[in-house]
């Protein structure tokens, strides 16, 4: 199966190193994504949604979106190349406000580091203040 992978590769052999580097990729991804419903469970369940809905692709988005505030369409913005990077750092922005963390924290934990921020709002002893956020 190798001299195949070999024989179908340019003259540097890529497609067989890429060939090799997919399952560390594959696995690469399932630990990312189970970071991520870690970081997040603690914050739905603050909001008073089910923690087991981080689990579940897509729709976790979803729920991140309806926590900053947005409306649930907003979260086909996420399929946007480009605009999605924008729109996650403006969620985080909006879920810091939704937790009133200062704008330091904003900025660092939610927009530039947003995994560690997720965990430090989930697991820390902060409170989902939601729709009082916007009053204050």
Not at 22 to 48: C, D, H, Q, R, T
Not at 80 to 105: E, M
């Amino acid at each position: 199966m190798i001299d195949t992978i070999l024989l179908a590769a340019d003259d540097n052999g890529r497609a067989a190193i890429e060939f090799m580097n997919a399952p560390a990729n594959v696995f690469g991804g399932i630990i990312g994504y189970a970071l991520f419903v870690a970081s997040v469970w603690g914050m739905f369940e603050k909001s008073g949604r089910s923690g087991w809905t981080a689990i579940i692709p897509i729709y976790n988005w979803y729920v991140v979106v309806k926590l900053a505030g947005f409306t649930g369409a907003a979260t086909i913005l996420y399929f946007i190349p480009l605009v999605n990077i924008v729109f996650g750092w403006i969620v985080g922005w909006h879920i810091g406000k939704q937790f009133d963390k200062s704008t330091v924290f904003r900025i660092f934990g939610l927009v530039l580091f947003q995994l560690i921020g997720f965990f430090i709002l989930s697991y820390g002893s902060d409170r989902y203040l939601g729709k009082q956020a916007d009053r204050a």
